[in-house]
């Protein structure tokens, strides 16, 4: 496998082999390790010195279940700290069977290109006929140009504005720009390239090689019964999807509601997984559907409207939380169409549900409007000033308003579950590299579901430990291209892990051992942290906004976490 360097400023492509510690590295790990060497902490995130760097996992391009997942790592504009991003579609895939360990972005095209890659390689094309396309459009235009077929990843108009929510999208199965790279802002960074979009053609591509290929087939098949097995994997997400959530959350009181205040929303069931299969079954879409080829899980699903016509497709927990419940809306159709406007413009939906919850708190619209949210995305499509400052986040226009309320760490918004009511997760979002996010160490598994154990959720007991455990352990499966939710298997069945090293040796011919992802996962924090110390931040920075120590209905628990046990997370 080899990386490919696309300068953009020069238009100069290299083509790179790999070597030394970049062989054991994919996905998060490969990302994470070349910003680290070589982009300036200091830099601007939307300046010339920050790179772009899409990266598939160790398993990608494999038939390892469920193991399509595409980092994409920059310092975030967002938050200031390194980032990495994943999500599935067809890119990690493509990439992989081309021999592509890496893309490398650099540098700033004073025009707007696109990248096209094949097996020959990659040439950088003028794409000003697609200024301002969202990313709809930009998903039909492109396969009729380039091939019925491509992997295709693009920027709508939001990452072409540089908002700091903006995300990457990737297309689907069904070539819809539905998997999107969302937190961090990384939109923006493709935005500040002048790069519209990456297509990826891999017709002719040789394929992934496997050095024990009956070895690896054995244990991705062991794998996969497992996934399957399992009830969380292989029954209730392939059922209800992530939304089966929202009741789960709102019964154990942890369901974040009007912005944060309380954690029970009396719409929930409008809302709820159960309800949401029910309307896609009445509208004849699909109620449980790949994000990627080889997914077993098949947590996605397509939405169609009231007139059976598709609206929209991968429509997840986090999303109908953030248009939902924290904004207090229970109409179902309006979450969707927001969900829509974020997958078209480009945007991040955890970050501009919250962002919407803030300008509810600024008295921009009221709490509960769904009609006004949806007019709010309008001028973000059409950048107007206010367009702009909504577009940028939460903690953005928090400040613009003079806010106080606003749920972000490190500049980023806090996810679906309240830190108060799930401790565990809290700890999460205080410490992470990353910025608030519930995928870096999702304790919510042993917190609510039980998987893994159960730790009581509103203890502070046991938390900042299995938030450490649930890290390390993340950040070695986001550089194996698998979906983090195949941690559910991974906790509770004690051969699953060893599955998963056991492919990894197969495909590869080491002698990994469980120690050894331990190991890595360490090393992926470790690097990560390194670059945010160096460019300014502190464990200061690892810390929750001051209104979370206000009591929450209906357990009436406060987040009492001191800033020493806190850092005592790192300590191992």
Known sequence: MFIYRVNLTTKKVTKEEVSGKLQALGGRALTSTVIANEVDPLCHPLGPKNKLVFAPG?????????????????????????????????AAIRFAKLGIKALIVEGQSPELVLLKINKDGITIEDASEHKGKGNYELNKVLPEKYGSKVAVITIGPAGEYKMTSASIAINDGDYHPTRHAGRGGLGAVMGSKNLKAIVIDDTGASGVPIADPERFKAAAKAFSKMLIDHPVCGQGLPTYGTAVLINILNEAGGLPTKNFRVGRFDG????????????????????THACHPGCVMRCSQVYNNANGDYLTAGFEYETIWAFGSQCSIEDIDAIAKADRFCDDLGLDTIEMGVTMSVAMEAGIIEFGDAEGMLGLFEEIKNGTPLGRVLGNGAKFLGQAYGVTRVPVVKGQSIPAYDPRAVKGVGVTYATTPMGADHTAGYSVATNILKVGGHINPLDKAGQVELSRNLQIATAAVDSTGLCLFVAF???????????????????????????????????????????????????????????????FPPHGVKWDFTGEELDELFNW
């Open 58 to 90: 160790l398993l990608s391009g494999t038939s390892a279940p469920s193991s399509g997942r595409l980092s994409v790592g920059a310092k975030s504009p967002l938050t200031g700290t390194i980032k990495e991003s994943n999500a599935g579609g067809l």
């Open 268 to 287: 929930a069931e409008k809302i709820s997984g159960e309800f949401i299969h029910k309307i896609i079954t009445e509208r004849k879409g699909k109620t």
């Open 489 to 551: 298997c991974i906790l509770d069945n004690p051969d699953a892990l060893p599955a998963v090293v056991e492919m990894l040796n197969a495909q590869y011919n080491l002698t990994l051992t469980l120690e050894d992802v331990t190991e890595l996962g360490k090393y992926v924090l470790k690097t990560e942290r390194e670059f945010n110390n160096k460019a300014g931040f502190t464990s200061k920075d690892d810390r929750l906004p001051e209104f979370f120590k206000e009591e």
